[in-house]
Nanobody, 125 residues
């Protein structure tokens, strides 16, 4: 599966952005999807994930209550709605996927099999 993330940009603290990740190549419903991010000088970290079965979700502690992940199977797209953005949310955001268990939300970088090119989110103070 090929993944293409978009929607990044510059936003002021407290603002919102919505990222999109379009998937192509194989049946979208076969894949668990996730968003990760990597800030300069830091390791890539889990942001949010959504399972391919009943759409269960999971969030990293830093974004709980502010970000929402969702998927639209008709459009082969997963979204990340980001609200109440903070300067510390500044990072390159990556979309990722795997075709493993349908009932697990994968949160580790090493569990993801497919990656898209990132989209940069910059939050100014």
């Amino acid at each position: 599966v090929q993944l293409q993330a978009s929607g990044g940009g510059l936003v002021q603290a407290g603002g919102s952005l919505k990222l999109s990740c379009a998937a192509s190549g194989r049946t979208f419903s076969r894949y668990n999807m996730a968003w990760f991010r990597q800030a300069p000088g830091k390791e890539r970290e889990f942001v949010a994930g959504i399972a391919r079965s009943v759409g269960g979700t999971s969030y990293g502690e830093a974004v709980k209550g502010r970000f929402t992940i969702s998927r639209d199977s008709a459009k082969n797209t997963v979204y990340l709605q980001m609200n109440s953005l903070k300067p510390e949310d500044t990072a390159i955001y990556y979309c990722a996927a795997n075709g493993r268990s349908a009932y697990v939300i994968y949160e580790r970088v090493e569990d993801m099999d497919y990656w898209g090119k990132g989209t940069l989110v910059t939050v100014s103070s």
